[in-house]
Each structure stands twice: as C-alpha cells, then as structure tokens.
T-cell receptor
Framework: AQSVTQLGSHVSVSEGALVLLRCNYS??????LFWYVQYPNQGLQLLLK??????LVKGINGFEAEFKKSETSFHLTKPSAHMSDAAEYFCAVKPGGGADGLTFGKGTHLIIQP | ETGVTQSPTHLIKTRGQQVTLRCSSQ?????VSWYQQALGQGPQFIFQYYREEENGRGNFPPRFSGLQFPNYSSELNVNALELDDSALYLC?????????????FGPGTRLLVL
C-alpha cells in the first residue's frame, strides 16, 4: 500500500519569497509522483510529475520538485511566490505499473502575503 | 482539444435517494477514474474504468457503482445516499499505457445530501 504525508496544512509566505511545500511518500514499488493545484471551487490542475526519468522535475508556473529516493520525498518549490499562487496543493503517488488510482495527501493551503 | 467535463455542477439530494453523476473524458483518453473529496481533505480514489470494465477500486462500499460507455464517457452511481456522501466528486481521464499515465481532472460535481 502507498501513502502520502504533506507536512503543514497551511504555509504562509510573502510575495517574492521562496515557496517550499513538503511531501513524503511510502510505496512498496517504485512510484510515480504528482503535484496538483486546486483553486477555490475548481478541479485539480497538474503542476508536474515524476515518472522515473530525471529526478528534478520542472512544471508549470515556475514550480519544480526533486525526487529523493533516500528521503522518500518529493518537495515542491518555487523561487519567487506570486499572489496568484495562493491555492491548495496536493501531492499524490501511484505505484508503478499498478491499476490503482492516485493516493493523495491531505493538501497544503498556500497563503501569499503582500 | 476538449478537456474533462462533468455534469451537473451542483446537486442536492435527500438521504436514502440515488444519484448519477456524469463525466466526459478528454479527447484521446480511454480510462476514467472517480474520486471523492470531502471538505478540507484530499481526494480519495473510488474506482477506475478501462474498456468498459472496473479496473481497480478503493475502499468504498458496493453502493458506489459505475459505468463506462464505448465513447469512454462514464457515470458514477451512488445508492442509498448518506449524509457523509456530501462531497466534491471528481472525474479524471487518462490514456492507459506503461503505468505512468497522467490523470487530468474535471471541475467536479458538488453533492450535498440533506
């Protein structure tokens, strides 16, 4: 079975500051990992994904994430926060080759202070 | 390219009733997954449909059932509604192959059970 832990249900940063959202996973097989963003009253939008190629993954809107197998982590970063980044962020894991769906963390609400 | 669409956007039902939610997959996709997102939580995997058959199921009771049609669209049916079924129901489509398929989400249907 797989699981995802997102540290910090709320993260607050100033506009222009570094964004760091933490995600740790557990999986019995090599995983595929995803970050999604959810704006109020909307569905989920894919930010980026790790599928066993490069460990540093670049996504949309300036976000990137690094897969660290030794730490079982897939933290999301962005060098400079914008007001438009305020949203709910979800980390998800899918076991490689499995037919199961995604297992999501509980989410981190990102607050951007002016 | 048409994205994932869901209908209706909102729905109010009474405890004990039955409900059907609909999803049209993204053009070129052949797999549909359904998720339940309770307020303040991450999405939870209900089941996945591929080639018109259930292809994986999460920890949901049998009163949650589904269908996939030849055009890859899908329905989620919930019988004997309970208050705890109130949630945002998300549909995601993907193209199956290699296990790393990325799921693209629709805007969701918000169900309120009174």
């Amino acid at each position: 079975a797989q699981s995802v832990t997102q540290l910090g249900s709320h993260v607050s940063v100033s506009e222009g500051a570094l964004v760091l959202l933490r995600c740790n996973y557990s999986s019995s097989v090599p995983p595929y990992l995803f970050w999604y963003v959810q704006y109020p009253n909307q569905g989920l939008q894919l930010l980026l994904k790790y599928t066993s190629a490069a460990t540093l993954v670049k996504g949309i809107n300036g976000f990137e994430a690094e897969f660290k197998k030794s730490e079982t982590s897939f933290h999301l970063t962005k060098p400079s926060a914008h007001m438009s980044d305020a949203a709910e962020y979800f980390c998800a894991v899918k076991p490689g080759g499995g037919a199961d769906g995604l297992t999501f963390g509980k989410g981190t609400h990102l607050i951007i202070q002016p | 390219e048409t994205g994932v669409t869901q209908s209706p956007t909102h729905l109010i039902k009474t405890r004990g009733q039955q409900v059907t939610l609909r999803c049209s997959s993204q053009s070129g996709h052949n797999t549909v997954s359904w998720y339940q997102q309770a307020l303040g939580q991450g999405p939870q995997f209900i089941f996945q449909y591929y080639r018109e058959e259930e292809n994986g199921r999460g920890n949901f009771p049998p009163r949650f059932s589904g269908l996939q049609f030849p055009n890859y669209s899908s329905e989620l049916n919930v019988n004997a509604l309970e208050l705890d079924d109130s949630a945002l129901y998300l549909c995601a489509s993907s193209l199956k192959g290699g296990g790393q398929e990325t799921q693209y989400f629709g805007p969701g249907t918000r169900l309120l059970v009174l």
